[in-house]
């Protein structure tokens, strides 16, 4: 068994084009997106996107359980409960070269398929959102659960909650409800539903494909592919969890304050499990948290892509200084006792103050960590 973080492997094409695939390799972390994965990916994603060879690339999780269960967090922990008064340069570290990652994806002109099966939560999320091509199976459980941790939605979430049907990002934002392969594709977070057992069918029809040199047609052809593969496997899809709440969640979005937010969602109607859980995720999450999410929805629209990213690593960074964060961390993961002792205990108490600090960038402008992010495409 590789001890590589990431696995890098180019099957060549019928024609001699290269079809390159990574692979998250952790298996036992469910694939966790830790550090040295994205150092290792985001300099291999920039020599692919250099070479004329490679006519695409494809993003997996090892084994079947997940592609990636979220942002390996433990480092982060660590790196905020050894400076308690002031960010650790971790914690910028991580986090810029994340985004950096991230945008790469959401930017990248060649084809991007990332094979979504499994958990795909928080940065595994971050990974997939941007990509050109998102393939979702039947076992495929979507989250952005930072509302439990203390964080927010991050990994461009400010950007792609916004261009959800709406009420869905504030709702799943809130809530850090799972959603099914249904609902992915719904809300526009996957494009394709296919069997995770076709995997090695897809690699397949891949090296079948006639790549050419212009991208747009080879972003068709993929799509092509992947659609007559999937025809077969859409009776296997599973209902949709978002839609039997549609209008409920639709209403959200009209809610004049984050408290009315809160009061509609835990007076939406029904007894399904997936509903109950989602109340009670939101009543266990950090009402600081809360509040990030309810303001990134009514900015994220006005914001370009670049600088969505920038504004949440300001935001990560404060969050990372606050503390909010450590406690949420410990409570969940690292004691898992579940009583995490938020600062404040509904969103009503939270001074604007705070959240206002936590917006205000840690850097002028011009030492911005990602100031240059989206310039070289102009």
Not at 4 to 27: F, M, R
Not at 62 to 91: N, T, W
Not at 137 to 163: K, Q
């Amino acid at each position: 068994m590789s001890t590589d973080v990431v696995l890098y492997q180019e099957l060549t094409a019928d024609n001699g084009k290269k079809i390159a695939i990574a692979t998250l390799n952790s298996e036992k972390s469910l694939n966790a997106l830790s550090l040295p994965m994205v150092e290792s990916l985001l300099p291999q994603m920039l020599a692919w996107k250099a070479n004329p060879d490679i006519a695409m690339v494809m993003i997996e999780g090892a084994g079947d359980k997940a592609f990636c269960a979220g942002g390996d967090i433990r480092d982060l922990y660590q790196a905020m409960k050894d400076s308690p008064e002031y960010y650790h340069p971790y914690v910028e570290e991580f986090f810029t070269k994340e985004y950096t990652l991230d945008y790469l994806i959401h930017t990248f002109d060649k084809p991007v398929l990332v094979w979504g099966n499994g958990i795909v939560m928080g940065g595994g999320l971050g990974l997939m959102a941007g990509a050109s091509h998102r393939v979702v199976t039947a076992s495929s459980r979507i989250a952005m659960p930072e509302m439990a941790i203390g964080l927010y939605p991050d990994v461009g979430a400010s950007w792609f909650l916004n261009r959800m049907p709406e009420g869905c990002g504030l709702f799943l934002g809130l809530t850090g409800a799972s959603i099914n392969a249904a609902d992915a594709k719904f809300i526009g977070l996957a494009d394709h539903f296919i069997s995770h057992d076709k995997k090695a069918a897809v690699v397949t029809a891949l090296q079948h494909i006639g790549w050419g040199n212009t991208v747009a047609l080879n972003h068709q052809k993929l799509a092509d592919a992947l659609r007559l593969i999937e025809q077969p496997c859409r009776t296997l899809l599973p209902l949709s969890q978002i839609r039997p709440h549609q209008s409920a969640i639709s209403a959200l979005a009209k809610q004049p304050s984050l408290a009315d937010v809160i009061s509609a969602i835990n007076a939406m109607q029904g007894d399904d499990k997936w509903l109950v859980k989602a109340k009670e995720s939101l009543a266990y999450g950090s009402p600081i948290t809360a509040h990030l999410v309810f303001r990134l929805l009514q900015l994220g629209q006005t914001k370009i892509l670049a600088d969505s990213f920038r504004l949440e690593l300001g935001l990560s960074v404060q969050c990372g200084q606050l503390g909010e964060f450590q406690e949420g961390v410990r409570a969940l993961l690292i004691d898992k006792d579940l009583t995490p002792n938020w600062r404040y205990k509904t969103v009503e108490q939270v001074p604007a103050e705070v959240i206002e600090m936590l917006f205000s960038s840690p850097w002028p402008a011009a030492a911005h960590p990602l100031r240059t992010l989206g310039l070289s495409e102009n």
